[in-house]
């Protein structure tokens, strides 16, 4: 926020203005302090801690594309993508990725993570064999607020072959 902005500038300056407790990542620090700023800063307490949230993110070859504009778009978010491929347009085998996204979420290394193939079908096959996994397809902004809310869904899935580049980061 522009307020947020000047008075962190000004705590890095030195002058009057202080910040008690600033919720924000490391991204939204190295876009907005100004060079090294944090010796100085009072509120790097607060900030530089808070890391920003790990998202584990794979797909095969259909949904590559997608994939790489969502990890472009949750580092504009403040998430920190963990990108586990396919890292190319060519064939690959959805289970290997679905395996490595879902088993970070079955054992407590990310809350969340997101898949990419070209139905989403085969993605959920796999994912949702892993225990505490809720992978949700979703096709639609509001299948996956409902995925979330009566779902309780920690895994996002897309069919990339059904939905637009801009449906997908809508949807995400
Ligand atoms: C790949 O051609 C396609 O079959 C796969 O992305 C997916 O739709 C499987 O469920």
């Not at 679905?98 to 898949?115: K, N, T, Y």
């Not at 979703?138 to 309780?152: C, Y």
Request: proline letters at 9%; charged letters at 20%.
């Amino acid at each position: 926020a522009p307020d947020l902005l000047r008075r962190l500038r000004e705590s890095a300056a030195g002058g009057s203005s202080s910040i008690d407790k600033c919720w924000t990542t490391p991204r939204a620090v190295a876009l907005y302090c100004p060079p090294n700023p944090l010796p100085r800063c009072p509120a790097i307490q607060y900030i530089y801690p808070q890391m920003a949230e790990v998202i584990p993110i794979g797909s095969d070859h259909a949904g590559y594309q997608l994939k790489e504009r969502l990890i472009a778009e949750l580092r504009a978010l403040g998430y920190e993508p963990l990108d586990l491929g396919t890292h190319s347009p060519e064939s690959a085998d959805y289970p290997d990725y679905a395996h490595q996204v879902a088993a970070r979420v079955e054992q407590h290394e990310s809350d969340r993570g997101i898949l990419l193939c070209g139905s989403g079908l085969g993605m959920s096959y796999a994912a949702n064999r892993h225990p505490g996994v809720r992978a949700a397809v979703a096709w639609s902004p509001e299948v996956a607020k409902l995925a979330r809310e009566h779902n309780d869904a920690n895994v996002l899935i897309l069919p990339a072959r059904f939905v637009s580049e801009d449906e997908g980061v809508e949807i995400l």
